[in-house]
């Protein structure tokens, strides 16, 4: 079964408006989880690196600002998107994996969350 | 940084098997990784290999790895058409701590 929950799986907000992404492990406590991007057509693009109990790591060229991450537990991440706007709309996806000896055990990858913005 | 590249389709017939390459560039990744990705759906992991192993076979799936040459393949015997789909290889790379993701093949099964 999914061991990684992500919700909601679409949204649809208005420009302006935040929209909050969550994102769950379910049967494994994950320190670190990641946050994606997917345009249409295209590969999966690393926005940030979530890590519990600290500040998330971002890539270059993400607004840290207008992306906000927050890990609060070892079960949870949340993504907002502040002040969206129409070219937020994108598929954004969460994964999480267990901290092993020479890196994370396999990514599992929640289902995605479709968002719009009007 | 890491630089993983794919090449973007491949068509079979059913039945018959499918081969898709990936090559990366960090001869310090660890763990190598194969996702499926069927549309407007997230990513379903198939397999991975670590760096030390050369090949892992998982049912229909055979994963080969040429760390030499920095080559990674995916072999799906008996492909069905419910094989259709974009499939990602990434390379996790510990000294950054980040999964890199190749540009996705699409494979097309026809009847």
């Known amino acids: 079964g999914a061991v990684v929950s992500q919700h909601p799986s679409w949204v649809i907000c208005k420009s302006g408006t935040s929209v909050k992404i969550e994102c769950r492990s379910l049967?494994?406590?994950?320190?670190?989880m990641f946050w994606y991007r997917q345009f249409p057509k295209q590969s999966l693009m690393l926005m940030a690196t979530s890590n519990e109990g600290s500040k998330a790591t971002y890539e270059q060229g993400v607004e840290k600002d207008k992306f906000l991450i927050n890990h609060a537990s070892l079960t949870l991440s949340t993504l907002t998107v502040t002040s969206a706007h129409p070219e937020d709309s994108s598929f954004y996806i969460c994964?999480?994996?267990?901290?092993?000896?020479?890196?994370?055990?396999?990514?599992?990858f929640g289902n995605g969350t479709r968002l719009t913005v009007t | 940084g890491e630089d993983v590249e794919q090449s973007l389709f491949l068509s079979v017939r059913e039945g018959d098997s499918s081969v898709i390459n990936c090559t990366y560039t960090?001869?310090?990744?660890?763990?190598l990784y194969w996702y499926k990705q069927e549309p407007g759906a997230g990513l379903q992991l198939l397999t991975y290999?670590?760096?030390?192993?050369d090949m892992k076979q998982d049912q229909r799936l055979t994963v080969l790895l040429n760390k030499k040459d920095k080559h990674l393949s995916l072999r799906i015997a008996d492909t069905q058409t419910g094989d259709s789909a974009i499939y990602f290889c990434a390379a996790f790379t510990g000294t950054a701590s980040k999964l890199t993701f190749g540009t996705g093949t699409r494979l097309q099964v026809t009847l």
């Open positions: 994964s999480a994996g267990e901290l092993e000896t020479g890196g994370y055990s396999p990514l599992h």
């Open positions: 049967d494994f406590q994950a320190t670190t």
């Open positions: 290999i670590f760096s030390n192993m």
């Open positions: 960090d001869s310090s990744s660890t763990y």
